[in-house]
């Protein structure tokens, strides 16, 4: 069962007051595939991007068409209700080299200094998760140093096909390279599912070493190599030692806004507060707050908008929030009702 750190109680209810309400062994973020604020299935998906699961981004070149989707499809018994699946709509059986597929997930620096990496007292990381794929046969995951450019690969086999099965790899301390302490992506997982010879033609790298392009994901095989194939995984486990414990569960809410530091959706409305008025600059304006505060300052999509007599409408994006300002060109009244899609992702 996971465990909750609290840290002090409230000297006026009496109550539990946890100030890191987590307390997470796990680093990584929505690994029971629960939240999907952006879709739960997308269809002909031939490149990168973060498409339905929050945090799995996707990397994907040359590789053929897949269709990305939260799906109910988990492990029997294992407290697991949703999981990330992918299936080959389109196949590629002719690789070119630099054919690319894998499950790209982002850490920032901040969030990893107690591994020690770059020192003495590096700390082991061993990642454990379920996976089940008709494709049977050698799969590659990779963590990879940004601030560094060094990696670290280990294979593992999907044994029987279309099971479920719980896969634990470990991978050692790194005494080489430390990590910057900032919100920019210094460690990524991979989970690789295609890989052309310009990552598979070399040695696989499975001790921490500089990075070098073509030993990173030899043996894997080749995912989009059939339209009946398709993968799936959940319950995806990072920690530190060398020992998998238990997934660590977390209530929905929580999960959801740790989810949100990096991509939120918000809806609001804006009315101009004088009726009568006639083109003047930033006559119709307001500010929506986020309910987590970004990772960084987001790229901002408005979505949804009702406008009335607006012409311009300009956004100015903050880690907090999104700023709006308009202007008035006809008629005696104006306002602004519509949706925000805010992403801060790595």
Known sequence: MSELKVDKVSPRSGTYVSLNTVGSKNIVINGDMSIAQRSTSVASITGSGYYTVDRMGLGMSGTGTFTQSQDTDVPSGQGFAKSLKFDCTTANG??????IMQIQYKIEG??????KKGTANAESLTLSFWVKSNKTGTYIAELGDADN???ISKAYT????????????TFAGDTTGTLDNDNATSLQLNFWLVSGTDYSSGTLSTTWTSTTQTNRAVGQVNLADNT????????????????ASDFEFLPY????????RYYEEIYFAFKVPTEGVTDLASAIGGMGYFSVTKRAAPTVTRTDNTSENIDTLTTTALNIGIEFNGRVTTGT??????????????
């Open 149 to 151: 450019t060094r990696q």
């Open 158 to 169: 999907i044994d029987s096909a279309s099971t479920w099965e719980k896969k634990t790899l």
């Open 94 to 99: 002719s690789l070119g080299a630099s054919s």
């Open 228 to 243: 009946a194939n398709e993968w799936f995984i959940t319950g995806v486990q990072l920690e530190a030692g060398t020992t």
């Open 253 to 260: 809410d929580v999960n959801l806004q740790r989810c949100q």
């Open 333 to 346: 009244r104006s306002r602004w009702i519509g949706g925000a899609k805010a992403d801060a992702e790595l």
């Open 110 to 115: 901040q969030n990893v200094q107690y591994l």
